[in-house]
């Protein structure tokens, strides 16, 4: 099992106030003049542009904003850090926009109640965030309560983890 990452929040909300933008391109160049000198004296004063991040490292990058402030801002249990932030960053193909959203309402409104009860009963971000997972079955049901094995949800209905007896 993965060690869990406990995140500093001081430090997040500090970073958080004194960011800036980063720039990953120049717009309203009109021309560029070439340097007239020798390159052995640009050395140390030139950073070299390797170009535009790629879409892998953008997406890690929004990954992990995503994963800090459900961490910071959303008080979310580490062990649900990730899941809940991969659960908000793309619309499951097939899946109408509607029940995209309130799928992440239902799972931020299951993490803010019962998500550290969650993770010290051995809830798995599988048993919330997958296809079958607690936060595509709520539906805007809440959950009432939760044991080892499952949820009571307020409409009557029990959700069961995956591989516990129903």
Do not use: C, Y
Not at 11 to 31: C, D, I, Q, S, Y
Not at 86 to 101: C, N, Y
Not at 135 to 158: C, F, M, Q
């Amino acid at each position: 099992m993965p060690a869990i990452r406990t995140p500093n929040i001081e430090a997040f909300r500090a970073f958080l106030k004194n960011r800036t933008h980063e720039k990953h391109a120049v717009t309203g160049v009109t021309a560029v003049t070439p340097i007239k000198s020798s390159t052995s004296r640009l050395q140390g004063l030139v950073t070299l542009v390797t170009g535009a991040p790629t879409p892998e490292k953008e997406r890690r990058a929004q990954l992990l904003e995503r994963e800090a402030f459900a961490a910071v801002e959303g008080g979310v249990h580490p062990t649900f850090i990730t899941g809940f932030a991969k659960l908000q960053m793309s619309q499951p193909a097939g899946t109408k926009e509607a029940v995209w959203h309130q799928a992440i309402n239902d799972a931020g409104l299951f993490l803010d109640r019962f998500g550290a009860k969650a993770a010290a009963f051995g809830w798995s971000p599988d048993d919330v965030f997958s296809e079958f997972g607690l936060a595509w079955t709520l539906k805007g049901s809440t959950v009432a309560d939760i044991t080892t094995t499952s949820a009571s949800l307020s409409d009557g209905r029990t959700f069961h983890l995956f591989g516990s007896p129903e």
